[in-house]
Nanobody, 122 residues
């Protein structure tokens, strides 16, 4: 089984950058794909990015293509989300998730972290 813990959130000015981390504890031989989602107040949880068993397999939401980059480090079992050119509309709680295949829907992911707050000021 897998435990996920997000970190790296905080307050940033519009146009700035943040790098989120997702520490992963894997308890089986299965290599999980990783996804990033976010949820703003009064909004549904939205898919942002995913990375497969191979670092070369990635997917992004149209709203973050060219601004966000997902990556992973197998040596430390850690996934990352580099976020650039942030704007106030990016303010949300950001979650990482683990599943068996790359997908853009939250129902495909089996394990979820607790979330980390990202606030972008004007």
């Amino acid at each position: 089984q897998v435990q996920l813990v997000e970190s790296g959130g905080g307050l940033v000015q519009a146009g700035g950058s943040l790098r989120l981390s997702c520490a992963t504890s894997r308890r089986t031989s299965v290599t999980y794909v990783m996804g990033w989602f976010r949820q703003a107040p009064g909004k549904e949880r939205q898919f942002l990015a995913a990375i497969g068993w191979s670092a070369g397999s990635t997917a992004y939401a149209d709203s973050v293509k060219g601004r966000f980059t997902i990556s992973r480090d197998s040596a430390t079992n850690t996934a990352y989300l580099q976020m650039n050119s942030l704007n106030p509309e990016d303010t949300a709680v950001y979650y990482c998730a683990a599943g068996l295949y790359t997908a853009t829907t939250q129902g495909a992911y089996r394990y979820w972290g607790q979330g980390t707050q990202v606030t972008v000021s004007s």
